[in-house]
């Protein structure tokens, strides 16, 4: 059953060029380029998919924007974890719906809507007040208020404690994850998985060292690289841009608290 634009809404804007703009529709509101403008209206009550033309003749799709075109479109703060990284986690950290985790570095959101996009229940911790609200912003903006139940974040220090002995997930994006992982040992319940993002293998070595002495085993790291393909007809080759490198990802199992 279709589903029409409505006032509210994000709505992501496709050029000729295949260049992405996001906006929120507003009654009367104006979408301004170089192009020329678009009304909204123009867009209210059409179906995924409308062609509009902007008042110098240029041609827009619009779509309602995936999780991925929000991520990377979105206000931000903090450096976000990519599409890339973010499906993996999910899978290393084994989320689940109803799961109870426990997020710190919550950042500007994009690993929290990932997180409860699978049902997860998120404890979040944040240093930063402003890193805090935009990541709650960005969240209600993208999955509406309906989330914010499932979504508690705190202005807390991770390295400092975790209040709570019965979290079945612990996600970390945090410069010095080896701190947490006492603290960690007294959260998770047995069973339970830790994963960590971390930009530099030197990160991930300490907190590899840091696991070699507690109760979690099973521990692993990885990274993820990303490369499409140019597929024109008979030309088929790897594109010559990639995304390689852009964090470690590091899990791990509690055996014992």
């Keep these: 059953m279709a589903r029409p634009l409505q006032v509210g809404e994000l709505v992501l804007l496709i050029d000729a060029k295949k ?19 678009v009304n909204h209206d123009q867009l209210i009550g059409g179906e995924e998919g409308v062609v509009v033309t902007s008042t110098r003749n240029a041609k827009y799709t619009a779509f309602r ?8 479109k979105m206000p931000r703060g903090a450096q976000v974890i990519y599409p890339k990284d973010l499906g993996p986690i999910l899978m290393l950290a084994d989320v ?25 229940v998120i404890t979040g911790y944040e240093l930063r007040e402003d890193f805090a609200a935009k990541a709650q912003e960005n969240v209600r903006a993208f999955m509406g208020d309906g989330v914010m139940d499932r979504y508690d974040v ?9 209040d709570g002995t019965d979290f079945d997930r612990i996600v970390l994006d945090l410069p010095e994850p080896w701190q947490v992982v006492p603290h960690a040992e007294k959260a998770l319940l047995p069973g339970g998985v830790l994963v960590a993002y971390t930009p530099t293998i030197i990160q991930a070595t300490q907190l590899r060292q840091t696991m070699e002495e507690s109760g979690f085993v099973l521990a692993e790291t990885l990274e993820v690289l990303h490369r499409t393909w140019n597929i024109d007809g008979l030309s088929v080759r790897p ?15 509690l055996l014992r608290s």
């Design 65 to 72: 924007p995936t999780l991925t075109d929000f991520i990377l």
């Design 154 to 162: 705190h202005l807390r220090n991770c390295y400092e404690g975790i």
């Design 239 to 253: 594109d010559h841009r990639m995304v390689a490198h852009t964090g470690f990802l590091t899990h791990a199992r």
């Design 19 to 37: 260049r992405f703009y996001m906006i929120t529709l507003k009654e009367g509101g104006e979408f301004h380029s170089h192009a020329g403008f």
């Design 96 to 120: 689940f719906p109803g799961a109870k985790v426990l997020e710190s570095g919550v950042g500007s959101g994009a690993l929290s809507m990932t997180l409860l996009r699978a049902g997860a």
